[in-house]
């Protein structure tokens, strides 16, 4: 196994303490900041294995697969904590949005592996991603600072129309594999 596709699997490991810490609040005060430390670096490895498997040519079907739906499985779990945690600011209908894009994805993607065909993430479904991480990044940061507030709304709007605009594309790019199986 290649070092891009380890750090996709340490990105999921991570999930595990990210959820527990956040939700259990067992560092008392210090337990969002660990959260939030852990998200980032979870995060970071996300740009690090791309970056790695495309200048040492180790692009995997594995890493094609998988690294998207680490990023799935990391921002829906930090979304849904958010929604229990601060609901004011990561609102139901946000987290429905974007976890209904990626159910739809993921079938999609189940679809095309069904007839041999990976589909790697788009520019789009990237900037959907980073988007989402930013606005968890800045929820999860807690700034007490009034502006802030303005900050995040924005940030999860644009997370929100990025989600949809790539969903779109994606459909459009590969609706192929749906009616016939192949991919054009």
Not at 131 to 156: C, D, F, G, H, R
Request: hydrophobic fraction near 55%.
């Amino acid at each position: 196994m290649n070092l891009p596709n380890k750090l996709t699997i340490l990105r999921m490991i991570l999930i595990i303490p990210f959820v527990v810490i956040l939700l259990t609040n067992c560092f008392n005060d210090y337990s969002g900041l660990i959260a939030l430390a852990i998200f980032a670096i979870a995060s970071f490895t996300d740009l690090l294995d791309g970056k790695i498997a495309r200048k040492h040519n180790l692009v995997t079907n594995f890493g094609k697969f998988m690294d998207p739906l680490a990023d799935k499985i990391l921002v829906c779990a930090a979304m849904v904590c958010l929604t229990a945690l601060r609901p004011e600011m990561m609102p139901a209908w946000a987290v429905i949005i974007i976890l209904s894009r990626e159910f739809i994805i993921s079938g999609f993607r189940t679809v095309a592996a069904d007839s041999g065909i990976v589909i790697a993430a788009s520019m789009w479904g990237k900037s959907k991603t980073v988007s989402q991480m930013i606005m968890i990044i800045l929820m999860l940061a807690n700034i007490e600072w009034e502006p802030m507030k303005y900050i995040i709304t924005a940030v999860m709007y644009i997370a929100v129309v990025l989600t949809i605009i790539s969903l779109v594309d994606y459909i459009v790019k590969n609706i192929s594999v749906l009616k016939d199986g192949t991919k054009k």
